[in-house]
């Protein structure tokens, strides 16, 4: 089982920067990629962008150039980092892995996924 815990949301004026962490425990047999999720009000959940375990990253086009998706391995730790800021940033942010639980589930290409339980970001005059 993995376990994620976001952190770092909160309210910053327009063009302004915040930096979200998601603390990962636990594991798996293998994890396939890492990304982080948005969802803002009356609006479904949507991928932000997405990090593999080779580091490579990719993002969708309202957010390319703005936001980063790092992690440091040595703390098991994923970062997305949100630079000039706009008002439609505005939603609750949601760190996740997926992966195989086990061989079996390698196998049979059965992923699973693993939520944190999201932080608000408000971006807001």
């Known amino acids: 089982q993995v376990h994620l815990v976001e952190s770092g949301g909160g309210l910053v004026q327009p063009g302004g920067s915040l930096r979200l962490s998601c603390a990962e425990s636990?594991?798996?047999?293998?994890?396939?990629?890492r990304g982080w999720y948005r969802q803002a009000p009356g609006k479904q959940r949507e991928l932000v962008g997405i990090?593999?375990?080779?580091?490579?990253?990719n993002y969708i086009g309202s957010v390319k150039g703005r936001f980063t998706i790092s992690r440091d391995d040595t703390k098991n730790t994923m970062f997305l980092q949100m630079n000039s800021l706009k008002p439609e940033d505005t939603a609750v942010y949601y760190c996740t892995t997926n992966g195989f639980r086990s061989s079996d589930d390698y196998v049979s290409n059965d992923l699973s996924y693993y939520w944190g339980q999201g932080t608000q970001v408000t971006v807001s005059s």
């Open positions: 636990g594991s798996i047999y293998g994890v396939y990629t």
């Open positions: 990090i593999t375990v080779g580091g490579n990253t």
